[in-house]
Structure formats: C-alpha cells, structure tokens
C-alpha cells in the first residue's frame, strides 16, 4: 500500500503547479484524499479534502479560490491544482487517504488519514 506524491518544484509567484497523488496496492475509489502542507519551522497544515463517491470537496481559507482538489479514479490518482501561488505557499505537500466517511469535519486532522505519501517540495520564488 502506497502513496506517492509528485508534481512539485520552482515556480514564481502568480504561477501555478499540479501535483498528483497516485496509489498503489489499494483503490482510491474507497478512500477520502486530503493535501496537507509542511513549511520549514511550522506545523503540517490541512489544504484540502476530497471526498469518495460524491466527491465533495472542502479548502482552507488560505488557499480557497486558487487551489482546486480533484480525483480521477480510474487512474488510481488524485490532483491538487495549485494556481496564483505565492511565497507562503512553498511547503513539502504531502497527499493522504482516509477510509472514513465523516459529518463532523474530521478531514482536516492528521490522524483522521491512514496513508501518508512521502511528500513533494514546492519552492515560490521570483
């Protein structure tokens, strides 16, 4: 069972980026997919959640607007469309999967997520 988080880099500010979460050994189709976010010196913070099956999907007010969480569950993968980047939003983007089906906004908790990728760079710099 994998995570496995790719698509990130250099970019200049009011760029954009896509990453992508792919899995393998299990079927995204049966699992919640959340983004979450690490800069140097800070905590992991929630970016987002897409549900399974009605593929609801929810942000955080920092990147609300600009980002967008999407799945393709054919292809096993999930995307985070990042657009209008800006300096604070350089971090290590890590995906996560969750099984659970949740009302009470538990996707934005680290421990609500049993599998972790290993996590992708995103830089903001001119």
């Known amino acids: 069972v994998q995570l496995q988080a790719s698509g990130g880099g250099w970019v200049q500010p009011g760029g954009a980026l896509r990453l992508s979460c792919a899995a393998s050994?299990?079927?995204?189709?049966?699992?919640?997919i959340g983004w979450f976010r690490q800069a140097p010196g800070k905590e992991r913070e929630w970016i987002s959640c897409i549900t399974q099956s009605d593929s609801n999907t929810y942000y955080a007010d920092s990147v609300k607007g600009r980002f967008t969480i999407s799945r393709e569950d054919a292809k096993n993968t999930a995307y985070l469309h990042m657009g209008s980047l800006k300096p604070e939003d350089a971090a290590v983007y890590y995906c996560?999967?969750?099984?659970?089906?949740?009302?009470?906004?538990?996707?934005?908790?680290?421990?609500?997520?049993?599998?972790w990728g290993q996590g992708t760079q995103v830089t903001v710099s001119s």
């Open positions: 996560a999967a969750s099984p659970r089906r949740d009302s009470d906004r538990n996707w934005r908790r680290q421990w609500w997520y049993d599998y």
């Open positions: 050994g299990f079927s995204l189709n049966d699992y919640a």
